[in-house]
């Protein structure tokens, strides 16, 4: 098994470990083509990585890290969550919980986005998910970002929710821990109707921005805001 210690080791021999293990795959559909490569590396807990709620103009944003079994079939449709119902969002959650390896969930909250900006929040939020995952993982598979301060072995895969089913599950398992908070947000703030917009920036949204102003889940560094 490939964990921590032996990445620093490489770390140490100069070696860079966001180079890609892969070769140039054409992956049109959502499978395990990328987890595939990188356990016939040697890597054993490849975990899937991914955020949800960048362009919200409320709530916090949300990161999920998830480990597959290899040995165990995939949810029936399972893709990028944004493809997917909010039904069938919670069934294949629900599948997921039941099935994976490990996984984990940490948020940022609107705060603190403003504070360090949106970007490093999302860093953030993927850091925190991936230090608490059990197991640990020795290989990330990430969607479009590099996480230049986690010492791992590494892959940016852009786009990459809709072509590894590692990412799939992980923007999944993010987005239906998010929106059930936005639904529970909803009932200490109804007037802005976050159970509907889960924080985008929806007619509705603004429209309650401009009539009742800013509450303490808003980023007020965000456009439409203030």
Do not use: W
């Not at 991914?50 to 990161?63: H, I, M, S, T, W």
């Not at 608490?132 to 791992?152: E, G, M, S």
């Not at 703030?189 to 303490?216: E, M, N, W």
Request: overall charge neutral.
């Amino acid at each position: 098994m490939r964990d921590a210690e032996m990445a620093n080791d490489l770390q140490s021999d100069g070696l860079d470990l966001r180079v890609s293990l892969f070769s140039d795959l054409r992956v049109s559909k959502c499978g395990l083509d990328f987890e595939h490569q990188a356990q016939n590396e040697g890597f054993r807990f490849v975990a899937g990585v991914d955020e949800v709620g960048r362009g919200c103009l409320a709530g916090p944003v949300v990161a999920a890290a998830c480990v597959l079994d290899p040995a165990k079939a995939l949810p029936k449709g399972l893709n990028d969550s944004k493809k997917l119902t909010a039904k069938r969002r919670e069934e294949i959650a629900a599948e997921l919980k039941e099935l994976v390896v490990g996984y984990s969930i940490a948020r940022i909250e609107a705060e603190i986005i403003d504070e360090i900006n949106i970007l490093e929040a999302t860093k953030k939020a993927m850091y925190l998910a991936i230090a608490n995952l059990q197991p640990q993982a020795d290989f990330l598979l990430i969607d479009a970002l590099q996480l230049k301060q986690i010492f791992l072995p590494q892959k940016a895969i852009i786009k990459g929710d809709a072509i590894s089913a590692s990412i799939a599950a992980a923007s999944i398992l993010a987005k239906t821990y998010r929106d059930e908070l936005m639904r529970e947000y909803d009932h200490t703030y109804p007037q802005y109707g976050f159970s509907s917009h889960v924080g985008y920036g929806t007619k509705i949204h603004l429209d309650a921005l401009r009539l009742f102003g800013h509450c303490p889940l808003h980023r007020k560094t965000f456009r439409g805001v203030l």
